[in-house]
């Protein structure tokens, strides 16, 4: 399995289920290494590798949620600056890092980031959950539209 330098396997596992953090892409891996680089500072992950036993529980939980979600094959995270956000600038640097690491999809909710590189769902792409507050969906979506030139 990979080496990261900035990362344990056991941080991408699925809520009591040891182990499965080892699922996740390779691919996916390698670009939370190089976007932890380019960050420079720590990064909590808050959701890696998720099981079809937690993709049923986060369902109940969130009927919204999507099934089949990119976490359920490896390449998706959610995750965070290790001392959260305090501010409009800190969501862009990091976003700044995960673009430059190679993430094209952007999922924003209130404190928390989703970032995958499934290479089976529209790219880019940025959107909003129901937890984002307006102000982060604006600085967030305008520095997106930025990146892709609108």
Not at 6 to 22: I, K, N, R, V
Not at 70 to 84: K, R, S
Not at 102 to 126: E, K, Y
Request: with cysteine.
């Amino acid at each position: 399995m990979i080496e990261l330098k900035h990362f344990a396997l056991s941080e991408f596992d699925a809520a009591g289920e040891p182990g499965t953090g080892q699922l996740m892409r390779v691919s996916t891996l390698i670009k939370l290494d190089k976007m932890r680089e380019a960050y420079g500072k720590p990064i909590t992950i808050r959701h890696g590798f998720r099981t079809k036993t937690a993709a049923m529980r986060i369902q109940r939980a969130y009927p919204g949620a999507v099934k089949n979600s990119a976490h359920e094959h490896g390449f998706a995270v959610d995750c965070a600056p290790g001392a959260g956000f305090k501010n409009y600038g800190d969501w862009l640097d990091f976003m700044d890092a995960a673009w430059a690491a190679g993430f094209r999809r952007f999922g924003v909710m209130a404190n928390t980031i989703h970032l995958d590189d499934d290479p089976n769902r529209a790219t880019p792409a940025c959107w909003k959950y129901a937890t984002t507050l307006p102000g982060i969906w604006e600085a967030v979506s305008g520095w997106y539209a930025k990146k892709i030139g609108k």
